[in-house]
Nanobody, 126 residues
Framework: QVQLVESGGGSVQAGGSLRLSCAASGYTYGTGCMGWFRQSPGKEREGVATMATDGGTTYLADSVKGRFTISQDNAKNTLYLQMNSLKPEDTAMYYC???????????????????WGQGTQVTVSS
């Protein structure tokens, strides 16, 4: 059974930084894709960043390029999202997700992701 547990959310002022972590268990797809999505009230879910589990391939939403970095520690089965220069519009619930597809297919499309965490709230104040 795949379990994804996010941590690291919180409240920060604009310009600040946060690092989200996603601890994965039971996910053994060496050629899969893991990533971060976010959703705020009244808005559709948005793909933020994804990374192939075999390393190398990453996708970032245009809105976070240059500010967010996705990385993984395979030894710890943990996915990270380093968020710098945070803006109020980054405020959302952030979800970790995993797909059986490679990121070449899944990219930032949530419909390809079968496994989801419970989410961690990020609030950025101006």
């Amino acid at each position: 059974q795949v379990q994804l547990v996010e941590s690291g959310g919180g409240s920060v002022q604009a310009g600040g930084s946060l690092r989200l972590s996603c601890a994965a268990s039971g996910y053994t797809y060496g050629t899969g894709c893991m990533g971060w999505f976010r959703q705020s009230p009244g808005k559709e879910r948005e793909g933020v960043a994804t990374m192939a589990t075999d390393g190398g391939t990453t996708y970032l939403a245009d809105s976070v390029k240059g500010r967010f970095t996705i990385s993984q520690d395979n030894a710890k089965n943990t996915l990270y999202l380093q968020m710098n220069s945070l803006k109020p519009e980054d405020t959302a619930m952030y979800y970790c997700a995993a797909a059986v597809y490679h990121c070449y297919t899944a990219r930032l499309q949530g419909s390809y992701f079968s496994y989801w965490g419970q989410g961690t709230q990020v609030t950025v104040s101006s």
